[in-house]
């Protein structure tokens, strides 16, 4: 049995180019436009990103709002509370609080930021190191680790200080930074680890890489986006430690305030004027609280399994 054979004439489209409907086609995107399109759909953490540029902006523009200084003391205000001049209120020296507070937040967050990220960088290079030569290099660099993750952070932290001297902005990084590169080292170590048997890896060994190249520019760019939700983790952490080291002496002195330094300094009148308490207290946890809540929302956002 013969067939007619099928014309053009035969077919009819059914709506849009090769039959799909316009409106069904994916936009052209890109990995980092996924990221910010799964991270704005985190409420929570978009709030919190806005609270931190916020805070971010009063630190730098809030001590020159109003006409006062944050050393210059007057006794004819001593301990008022918030009004319309004096918008935190004043101190048990005549201080203006809202000057302080923002000229803290100034020191507080420069120390959780330096703090946070040169450990970083430090456990970075040491894991990759560790991981990527793996044998005797990981063997050595890894126990040490594991020494000195069994005595507490803390306790370096206060002995550092004692020896390098407290009250100094500078000192304060310094310690920090060597008590806090061990856990970036060994998250660092296994994410090479992981990494380094891929095909991109092994072709650049192929094509005569150094070690030192292949760390910098194959194994560290591919794991800086778990780094860095790691950084937004800890810059919490930081400012807990400048908050407690300056609250028991040995972080930040007067006349240079910070936000754990003015906590002490109104921790002694607390029950007679609890607001000079507060207010630094406030703006540790809002900080703290707004950080983990980004750092939680970028960890969902880079997770490739959710991108949709």
Known sequence: MSQTPLTELDFEPIGGEIGLDPESKRKKTTYWKDVWRNFKKNKAAFVSLFVIALLILLVLIGPGMNPFDYRTNDYSVINFPPDSVHWFGTDTMGRDI??????????????ALLGT?????????????SGYFGGKVDMVIMRMIDVLMGIPSLIYMILLMLVFGSGNIVTLIIAISITGW???ARSTRGLVLQLKGRDFVVASKTLGGSAGWIILR??????????????????????FYEAFLSYIGLGVTPPVPSWGQLIKSAGENFRYYPYQFIIPCMMVGITMLSFNLVGDGLRDALDPRLRT
């Not at 809202?98 to 120390?111: A, D, H, K, N």
């Not at 794991?223 to 952490?237: A, E, F, K």
């Open 98 to 111: 809202w000057t302080r507070v923002w000229e803290g937040g100034r020191v507080s967050l420069l120390i």
């Open 117 to 129: 990220l040169f450990p970083e960088l430090i456990g970075m290079a040491i894991g990759g190191i």
């Open 182 to 184: 061990m856990g970036a």
């Open 218 to 239: 194959r194994l560290i760019p591919n794991i800086l986006g778990y780094r860095v939700v790691s950084i937004t983790m800890s810059i919490p952490s930081v400012i």
